[in-house]
């Protein structure tokens, strides 16, 4: 069994400062670790993905999230916010190995402060 | 097209009809997913395709729902007798290989069923 929790629902920022959006996951196996990000009337978009390499992973759009095994965490985070990054973003895992399923989080919802 | 095309992308119909959605997945994907979006959740799948084949059909609900992707192509979800609770959003994603794992996943924008 797999499963993430996006510990916050909503997340505001102000332009120019850091984002940290969190997320834990819980998984039988040796999991893959994904954040996808949905922009209003947009499809989901992948931002990074963890499968097995470097536990620190950069993403598009100044995006990068860090595995840590013994956090069961995979926090998203990014430097400076821009106004274009409001959105909401899921926190996913899936199987590594089989399973072709994708487990999403419940989504936060990132809002920029101008 | 450049991108997955799912239509309608709205669709309000009563309850206890048969509803169909389409999905043209990009040329060349050979996987083929459908998830589901309830308001203010993540969305949660049902079936995945690898050419004609359902793989993996154990997120679909109940027998109400069928899937169907007869030339490896354009796939159609299927409801039949539909309630109130299958009011969500419907997603579809392709992908050039099978598994998240190796293949990025290509979402549409999603079909909204709304059922009266």
């Known amino acids: 069994a797999q499963s993430v929790t996006q510990l916050d629902s909503h997340v505001s920022v102000s332009e120019g400062t850091p984002v940290l959006l969190r997320c834990n996951y819980s998984s039988s196996y040796s999991p893959s670790l994904f954040w996808y990000v949905q922009h209003p009337n947009k499809g989901l978009q992948l931002l990074l993905k963890?499968?097995?390499?470097?536990?620190l992973v950069k993403g598009i759009n100044g995006f990068e999230a860090e595995f840590k095994k013994s956090e069961t965490s995979f926090h998203l985070t990014k430097p400076s916010a821009h106004m274009s990054d409001a959105a909401e973003y899921f926190c996913v895992v899936s199987r590594r190995f089989g399973n072709e399923k994708l487990t999403f989080g419940t989504g936060t919802r990132l809002t920029i402060i101008p | 097209g450049a991108g997955v095309s799912q239509t309608p992308s709205n669709k309000v119909t009563e309850k206890g009809k048969y509803v169909e959605l389409r999905c043209d997945p990009i040329s060349g994907h050979t996987a083929l997913y459908w998830y589901r979006q309830s308001l203010g959740q993540g969305p949660e799948f049902l079936i995945y395709f690898q050419g004609t084949g359902a793989a993996d059909d154990s997120g679909l609900p109940n027998d109400r729902f069928f899937a169907v992707r007869p030339e490896g192509s354009v796939s159609t979800l299927k409801i039949q007798r539909t309630e109130r609770g299958d009011s969500a959003v419907y997603l579809c994603?392709?992908?050039?290989?099978?598994?998240?794992?190796?293949?990025?996943?290509?979402f549409g924008e999603g079909s909204r069923l709304t059922v009266l």
């Open positions: 994603a392709s992908s050039l290989s099978l598994g998240p794992n190796t293949g990025e996943l290509f």
């Open positions: 963890y499968t097995s390499a470097a536990t």
